[in-house]
Structure formats: C-alpha cells, structure tokens
Nanobody, 125 residues
Framework: QVQLVESGGGLVQAGGSLRLSCLVSGGAFSHYRMGWFRQAPGKEREFVTGITWSGVSTDYADSVKGRFTISRDNVKNMVNLQMNSLKPEDTAVYYC??????????????????WGQGTQVTVSS
C-alpha cells in the first residue's frame, strides 16, 4: 500500500519561507512523477508544481514560479517543496501526490494515483 505523508506546514509571516516534505512508502518511488497541489478555503484544488521521476523536468504554476522550488531524493523516497517569499494568497492545504504514468503534463490532478493527507500552510500579512 502506497502512503504519502506530508510535513513542514505551519504559520509564517508574509515574505517568509517554509519547506514542505513528502515521504513516500510502500511503492516504487523512483518510478513516480510527483506533484504538489493546494486548496485554499472555498476554492478548488490547484496545481502548484511537479517533477518527473528523474528530477530532470519540473513545472510550476505561474503564481509560484520563481518563489517555489521542487526537488526529490530517490534514495530517501522524498519530495520537497521549498517555498520562499510567501504571500497571504499562498495560504492553503498543500497536498503531495504521486503519478505512476510516464508522460504527459504534470498539471492534471486526475492523473495522480496516490495522495497525502495534506498539510496546512498559513501566511499572515
């Protein structure tokens, strides 16, 4: 059974930084494409960033480009999200997700097979 567990969320002031981590167990992590999505109160879940199995290719939503960085460690079975210059509009529950497919866009939520329980990120103004 594949399990994804996020950590690292919390409360931070605008302009600050947080680092989220997602530990994957029970599956072939190095074969998964990984993504981070977020859901703010009253809004639909949206794509934040994704990374291919090799880590060579990444994709970012325009709203986080230049501020967020995704990375992965295929030895530790972990994917990380470094979030800098945080804004109040980044406040959301952040979800880690794993995709078993090998191609296509990283942005489509329905393509992901496994999801974590989410971690809350709150950015105060």
């Amino acid at each position: 059974q594949v399990q994804l567990v996020e950590s690292g969320g919390g409360l931070v002031q605008a302009g600050g930084s947080l680092r989220l981590s997602c530990l994957v167990s029970g599956g072939a992590f190095s074969h998964y494409r990984m993504g981070w999505f977020r859901q703010a109160p009253g809004k639909e879940r949206e794509f934040v960033t994704g990374i291919t199995w090799s880590g060579v290719s990444t994709d970012y939503a325009d709203s986080v480009k230049g501020r967020f960085t995704i990375s992965r460690d295929n030895v530790k079975n972990m994917v990380n999200l470094q979030m800098n210059s945080l804004k109040p509009e980044d406040t959301a529950v952040y979800y880690c997700a794993a995709d078993r497919s090998f191609g296509g866009t990283l942005r489509i939520e329905k393509e992901y097979d496994y999801w974590g329980q989410g971690t809350q990120v709150t950015v105060s103004s």
